[in-house]
């Protein structure tokens, strides 16, 4: 178990559900991803990342799935790309699951 952390921690952390609008190959990456576009709706736009999850999913089946985000994380680079948010997701190893809201939601919905 991690550390416990307090509510003000939790508050900080802005957790959106996204569109995927784009899904191309990443053979830069040490590791086999993808690098998705998502878009957070109006306030937020559009935000790039990049998800080790082809072995779970291929790129047709991400395109316009919708997923949950933390979106206030500083951008990283990753090889020549800048990732700018993190997708949630349950992880086994090296397998990872995406989170999803059960139904179609707008985007840029908080999570809380």
């Known amino acids: ?7 003000p921690d ?14 191309a190959d990443f053979p ?12 957070f709706g109006e306030e937020i736009g559009v935000k790039k990342t990049s998800a080790q ?3 779970r999913y291929t790129k047709e089946e991400l395109l316009l799935k ?3 985000a933390v979106v206030n994380f500083p951008k990283k680079q990753i090889a020549h790309f800048m990732s700018e948010c993190l997708i949630l997701g349950a992880v086994a ?6 989170l999803q809201p059960e ?8 999570i809380s």
């Open 103 to 110: 139904s179609s939601v707008v985007n840029g919905l908080k």
């Open 28 to 39: 830069e990456a040490r590791n086999p991803a993808y690098q998705l576009h998502i878009d």
């Open 53 to 55: 999850i082809t072995g």
């Open 10 to 23: 939790f508050a900080k952390i802005d957790i959106r559900v996204g569109t995927v609008i784009e899904v």
């Open 93 to 98: 190893g090296k397998d990872v699951i995406l």
């Open 66 to 68: 919708q997923v949950v």
């Open 1 to 7: 178990m991690s550390e416990t952390i307090s509510w």
